[in-house]
């Protein structure tokens, strides 16, 4: 088995931001990105798992003209993979892949009627050869 653990933290700020209400923002980001890769030899399956948080806040440079903006995303990942070479016999290499995502962003421009935080699930499917 081999296994790589990986993890990234930032923040930071890129200026300002002027929207297209024309008011103007100072913009401020923090990160973390970490993930699991993992790949059993004597099988050849390899599972990964990643988890993504991103803040970004958008200060007002003039508070009494605007409001603050905060942006919150949240991305858990999943990804399996199996060379098909260990359980049949193949001229190529052939790998099927199954990923799962699942993703959740509050901010207030982001928000259904009802106030809930959007949430998305995404599935595939691939076959590499």
């Known amino acids: 088995m081999i296994t790589t653990l990986e993890s990234s933290l930032a923040s ?3 200026g300002s931001f002027v929207s297209a209400d024309r008011h103007s ?3 401020q980001v923090r990160y973390l990105v970490t993930s699991l890769d993992t790949r059993f030899q004597s099988t ?6 990643a988890f993504h948080h991103v803040d970004q806040n958008l200060d007002p440079v ?5 409001v603050a903006e905060s942006i919150e995303f949240e991305r858990l ?5 199996q ?13 099927v892949q199954l990923n799962f ?19 998305r699930i995404l599935g ?3 076959v590499k050869f």
């Open 124 to 126: 595939g499917f691939a």
């Open 44 to 49: 050849s399956t390899g599972v990964f798992v």
């Open 77 to 81: 990942s999943l990804r399996l993979s």
């Open 25 to 27: 923002y100072k913009n």
């Open 83 to 95: 060379d098909l070479g260990v359980l049949m016999s193949v001229a190529s290499d052939w790998t």
């Open 12 to 14: 930071g700020g890129g």
């Open 101 to 119: 995502e699942l993703s959740r962003a509050s901010s207030p421009t982001l928000t259904n009627q009802d106030g809930k935080t959007m949430r």
């Open 62 to 66: 003039d508070p009494a003209s605007s």
